[in-house]
Nanobody, 124 residues
Framework: QLQLVESGGDWVQPGGSLRLSCLTSGFTTADYAIGWFRQAPGKEREGVSCISAYVIRHAEFLKGRFIITRDSAKSTVFLQMNNLTPEDTAVYYC???????????????????WGQGTQVTVSS
């Protein structure tokens, strides 16, 4: 059974950093795109970053602050988040869909499998 489990969410002060992890099981990650999404209270879920075999995508509003990587040996995808602001406060989810991040890897289209989410809070 395909599963994704997020971890690493925490409270952090503005300007700080966090690394989120998405542990996957039940499928070959090389055949799937893994996306990170976030949802703040009262807002729609939005795509943050995506990684697949040959393609990486980041949302333009991140302005280079986040980095997505994959450790295939550990079946884990990481999201390194730097220079966090209160606007980054949200529940962060990882999700999987077959194929590539291109096209539309930063939309929820085609993502059939989701983790339970991890809370990131940025405040002073």
């Amino acid at each position: 059974q395909l599963q994704l489990v997020e971890s690493g969410g925490d409270w952090v002060q503005p300007g700080g950093s966090l690394r989120l992890s998405c542990l996957t099981s039940g499928f070959t990650t090389a055949d799937y795109a893994i996306g990170w999404f976030r949802q703040a209270p009262g807002k729609e879920r939005e795509g943050v970053s995506c990684i697949s075999a040959y393609v990486i995508r980041h949302a333009e509003f991140l302005k280079g602050r986040f980095i997505i990587t994959r450790d295939s040996a550990k079946s884990t995808v990481f999201l390194q988040m730097n220079n966090l602001t209160p606007e980054d406060t949200a529940v962060y989810y990882c999700a999987a869909r077959r194929g590539s991040c291109s096209p539309n890897g930063l939309t929820t289209a085609g993502y059939d499998h989701w983790g339970q989410g991890t809370q990131v809070t940025v405040s002073s």
